[in-house]
């Protein structure tokens, strides 16, 4: 019975949602807040976050990857330092550090694989996480571009989970907001 009533209201939503979408202008949909999902898989977090921003795949690209803008729209986020790279631009190793809430100081060595302008993908190499993964897709639109995150990650202390999903949706949120923002006002490199 449960099972049904759920299955009614995911589908009651989806209707709900797409009648309220149809009848909106492209600039519109860009600045509906982000979709996030935050699943817990064992002691690892899996997200997935959706939105549609009116800055260009250059735009959102040029922010997205510059090193010395992360802390502009990372939450928490202290430094980012490249420490390795392709000299034609195909990857990186960069480390990076940051100060969440309630939490000690975090360092990770990220290697990133470009596909520019359309994404990347990274992995942790080394640092103070257990796992970290994930890729950042930009798909060009009528108006603006379509983001999409996927990460994977475990931290090497646990929290309860309603405090890492709370405070990871949160911090996707106010990231999405602040990556729009700096990357409407960007020039594309």
């Not at 990076?96 to 302008?117: A, E």
């Not at 990460?151 to 106010?174: G, N, R």
Request: proline fraction near 7%.
């Amino acid at each position: 019975m449960k099972r049904a009533q759920s299955r009614f209201m995911t589908v009651s939503r989806f209707f709900f949602l797409t009648l309220l979408t149809l009848g909106l202008s492209p600039e519109a949909l860009a600045q509906m807040p982000p979709q996030v999902s935050v699943r817990e898989e064992g002691s690892a977090w899996r997200i997935d976050v959706q939105a549609t921003m009116t800055a260009s795949q250059r735009q959102i690209w040029s922010v997205l990857t510059n090193c010395a803008r992360a802390k502009d729209f990372i939450p928490h986020f202290e430094t980012c330092r490249v420490a390795d790279k392709d000299p034609a631009g195909r990857w990186d190793v960069r480390e990076n550090i940051s100060n969440p809430p309630f939490l000690p100081r975090i360092r990770t060595m990220i290697r990133s694989d470009y596909r520019s302008p359309q994404g990347f993908t990274y992995k942790l190499v080394s640092g103070d996480l257990k796992r970290s993964e994930g890729s950042w897709e930009l798909i060009p639109q009528a108006a603006g571009t379509r983001v999409h995150y996927k990460a994977l990650f475990e931290p090497q202390v646990s929290a309860p989970s309603f405090m890492m999903v709370s405070a990871i949706k949160s911090d996707l949120s106010e990231m999405f907001s602040r990556l729009e923002r700096l990357s409407a006002s960007s020039k594309p490199d």
